[in-house]
T-cell receptor
């Protein structure tokens, strides 16, 4: 089944403790992206990648890192999480950057205390 | 940023009625897409309309695009309780997909 898989689904952590949210897609998509969703702010793009080893900042990249060493995986890394990074995070992928629908994962709800 | 803005923010209708949501954007686009999100879940793509198209249908969904007014509308006909969700428009141009803040639709049985 074609899908985008994010893990974990829920995560509670403390300020400063490094964490990684994994994202994997099995559709051979070139484009992958991370979003955070907060009440009243909609979806905001954190980082995106147009292909292996190519990553770019989105609208809200501060405090996050990503890597794209393989086509299928696009992990989101929080080196030193802070409470303002408490949010619902989504990974998404599509065949190309602009003219294709995005396929979303089911989300990761992160709480930083 | 060419973020789309949906209107209204929230909409409540009876089952069987039609629901119309609007999206406005600021800059020129390649295409405009509509997505649905059930509470707390990932967004699901509904329909994509290209900048040279004016109307598109998919089942009970009808999307229109007016590039002169920089606006789009999503019509859901004969709504069902299962249509209760948030609906987002998203635009692409020279930058990757940018989402609006969504319209929350409640369909009351």
């Amino acid at each position: 089944e074609a899908q985008v898989t994010q893990n974990p689904r829920y995560l509670i952590t403390v300020t400063g403790k490094k964490l990684t949210v994994t994202c994997s897609q099995n559709m051979n998509h070139e484009y992958m992206s991370w979003y955070r969703q907060d009440p009243g702010l909609g979806l905001r793009q954190i980082y995106y990648s147009m292909n292996v080893e190519v990553t770019d900042k989105g609208d809200v990249p501060e405090g996050y890192k990503v890597s794209r060493k393989e086509k299928r995986n696009f992990p989101l890394i929080l080196e030193s999480p802070s409470p303002n990074q408490t949010s619902l995070y989504f990974c998404a992928s599509s065949p190309t950057r602009t003219n294709s629908p995005l396929h979303f994962g089911n989300g990761t709800r992160l709480t930083v205390t | 940023s060419q973020q789309g803005e949906e209107d209204p923010q929230a909409l409540s209708i009876q089952e069987g009625e039609n629901a119309t949501m609007n999206c406005s954007y600021k800059t020129s686009i390649n295409n405009l897409q509509w997505y649905r999100q059930n509470s707390g879940r990932g967004l699901v793509h509904l329909i994509l309309i290209r900048s040279n198209e004016r109307e598109k249908h998919s089942g009970r969904l009808r999307v229109t695009l007016d590039t002169s007014k920089k606006s789009s509308s999503l019509l859901i006909t004969a709504s069902r309780a299962a249509d209760t969700a948030s609906y987002f428009c998203a635009t692409t141009g020279n930058t990757p997909l940018v989402f609006g803040k969504g319209t929350r639709l409640s369909v009351i049985a």
